[in-house]
């Protein structure tokens, strides 16, 4: 079946404009998570989604950042008032359930996003 | 001070070779994950584990519980094992829902 896949795969923007980037899940997964990776540097959680749980938004850096997940399906984080550190690529994962030794994250290709 | 600590950071093997990554972490853990990602940027899952061993291939990770230390093995490396390795946890804490991940070891196999 179809993996995790994200849309779209670059996006070259200026600062201050608003982002949406989009994660389509696979299909009968409940957990959905994003990351952030910077050039160089290892993942950073941003924000966890468990069925229709309360997200975790601990690891959002600010409050230009947010998400929605429609019920268990596509989600779509949205950065707001874009700045240059904001560049990174954008990881969005999915398993079947949000804990447990299997819960094995299936990880989709990223969004590459620089600001200009 | 990084809760999740990966070593080596850097890895240069000749093809063939064995070899060991480590990954330490500072409090008790429900799951680890080692992932791989290549030089694309690509992140595939190897393994995921609570205790005991796990093998898939050439590939063998460890976990012991009580030392806070899980170990991933490449037997018979080559040169398609390029790509940095990554350890992550998810902590037993809490409503602490999130993984952490170490910095990754970036592995080179020389033909």
């Known amino acids: 079946g179809a993996g995790v896949s994200q849309s779209p795969s670059n996006k070259v923007t200026e600062k201050g404009k608003d982002v949406e980037l989009r994660c389509d899940p696979i299909?009968?997964?409940?957990?959905l998570y994003w990351y952030r990776q910077r050039l160089g540097q290892g993942l950073e959680f941003l924000i966890y989604f468990q069925g229709n749980s309360a997200p975790d938004k601990s690891g959002l850096p600010s409050d230009r950042f947010s998400a929605e997940r429609t019920g268990e399906s596509v989600s779509t984080l949205t950065i707001q008032r874009t700045q240059q550190e904001d560049s990174a690529v954008y990881l969005c994962a999915s398993s079947l359930s949000g804990g447990g030794t299997t819960d094995t994250q299936y990880f989709g290709p990223g969004t590459r996003l620089t600001v200009l | 001070k990084n809760e999740v600590e990966q070593s080596p950071q850097n890895l240069t093997a000749q093809e063939g070779e064995f070899i060991t990554i480590n990954c330490s972490y500072s409090?008790?853990?429900?799951?680890l994950h080692w992932l791989q990602q290549h030089p694309g940027g690509g992140i595939v899952s190897l393994f995921m584990l609570s205790s005991g061993k796990k093998k898939h291939g050439r590939l063998i990770a460890t976990i012991n519980i009580q030392e806070k230390h899980s170990s991933l093995h490449i037997t018979a490396s080559h040169p398609r094992d390029s790509a940095v390795y990554i350890c992550?946890?998810?902590?037993?804490?809490?409503?602490?829902?999130?993984?952490?991940f170490g910095t990754g070891t970036s592995l080179t196999v020389i033909p």
């Open positions: 992550a946890v998810r902590f037993l804490r809490w409503k602490d829902n999130q993984f952490y």
């Open positions: 409090v008790g853990i429900s799951a």
């Open positions: 299909s009968g997964h409940t957990a």
